[in-house]
T-cell receptor
Framework: DAKTTQPPSMDCAEGRAANLPCNHSTISGNEYVYWYRQIHSQGPQYIIH???NNETNEMASLIITEDRKSSTLILPHATLRDTAVYYCIVSLTNSGYALNFGKGTSLLVTP | NAGVMQNPRHLVRRRGQEARLRCSPM?????VYWYRQLPEEGLKFMVY????????ESGMPKERFSAEFPKEGPSILRIQQVVRGDSAAYFC??????????????FGPGTRLTVT
């Protein structure tokens, strides 16, 4: 699986958009980009995933660059409950379960 | 619909003892995955099971670790002769369909194993 690089930490003011970047320059054509988050002491929570096109769901939007070497997770209106560690993971389509989480980005949403 | 349940939530074992971690998947889910999170690190995949079958154990340590998912009852992750390096949070996840048909896994709250 391709390696991902994320900033170790970010801050965001409550109510503003949180934009979390991820670099995956060695991604191959059939690898998906997944985003999960882990709130302190809890199990990870699936957020969104995508292959080439931008994706949106009730939680977030995923913007993948045309060359697929990087992506951005957007939380449009961050709340205090969005404070968590966010993981960007790249994995093959037929082994999307064998996710290996890196160190992620610790997002702190402040009042 | 109850989520993925894991017990115990906290487990303390002395070196050399056995640890048994249990995972009950969400109702209707027949695919179970185990992950380990060492202190200050991200989760690492260990094993993928369906009912009565181990599908992929490529992330499982070769010795002392085993997993099962019987026809009835929870999935069990068993660690024999625990050592201090086994201290970690162990997470279980489940999905309703096979990988490739769904990519979303639902995680339990984890079991925190401390080896003294």
């Amino acid at each position: 699986d391709a390696k991902t690089t994320q900033p170790p930490s970010m801050d965001c003011a409550e109510g503003r958009a949180a934009n979390l970047p991820c670099n995956h320059s060695t991604i191959s054509g059939n690898e998906y980009v997944y985003w999960y988050r882990q709130i302190h002491s809890q199990g990870p929570q699936y957020i969104i995933h995508g292959l080439k096109n931008n994706e949106t769901n009730e939680m977030a939007s995923l913007i993948i660059t045309e060359d697929r070497k990087s992506s951005t997770l957007i939380l449009p209106h961050a709340t205090l409950r969005d404070t968590a560690v966010y993981y960007c993971i790249v994995s093959l389509t037929n082994s999307g379960y064998a996710l290996n989480f890196g160190k992620g980005t610790s997002l702190l949403v402040t009042p | 619909n109850a989520g993925v349940m894991q017990n115990p939530r906290h487990l303390v074992r002395r070196r050399g003892q056995e640890a048994r971690l249990r995972c009950s998947p969400m109702k209707g889910h027949s695919h179970v995955y185990w992950y380990r999170q060492l202190p200050e690190e991200g989760l690492k995949f260990m094993v993928y099971l369906q009912k009565e079958n181990i599908i992929d154990e490529s992330g499982m340590p070769k010795e002392r670790f085993s997993a099962e998912f019987p026809k009835e009852g929870p999935s069990i992750l068993r660690i024999q002769q625990v050592v201090r390096g086994d201290s970690a949070a162990y997470f279980c996840a489940s999905s309703p369909m096979a990988p490739g048909q769904t990519y979303e896994q639902y995680f339990g709250p984890g079991t925190r194993l401390t080896v003294t």
